[in-house]
C-alpha cells in the first residue's frame, strides 16, 4: 500500500482515507467535514496558487488548506 497524505494528490487522483493526523481538536473538526477512515477522495483542482485544494468526497466538494491537507494519510485505490 502506497501510503501519501492529501497534500500529495494530483487534479484527478481517487484516493482512499486511511488516517487523520493532528491532535484530538483538529481530528474531530477533519472529521466534520467529512474527512473518515475508508471514504474516497478525488482532487478537483487547485487555487491559482496551489493552496487551497478543492476535494470532491460524499457527494460534495470541499476546500481544504495544505496544511491541513498534510495531516490526513490517504492511499491508493
Keep these: 500500500m502506497n501510503t501519501m497524505t492529501l497534500a500529495d ?19 474531530r473538526r477533519l472529521m466534520a467535514l467529512g474527512l ?3 471514504k474516497e477522495i478525488t482532487l478537483e483542482n487547485k487555487a ?3 493552496d487551497p485544494g478543492i476535494y470532491s468526497i460524499l457527494g460534495y ?3 481544504i488548506r ?12
Excluded: C, F, T, Y
Design 36 to 38: 473518515v477512515r475508508g
Design 61 to 63: 466538494r470541499l476546500s
Design 48 to 50: 491559482p496558487l496551489g
Design 9 to 27: 494528490l494530483q487534479i484527478g487522483h481517487i484516493v482512499r482515507i486511511e488516517k487523520l493526523l493532528g491532535d484530538a481538536i483538529s481530528k
Design 66 to 77: 495544505n496544511d491541513d491537507a498534510r495531516n490526513v494519510l490517504v492511499s491508493n485505490l
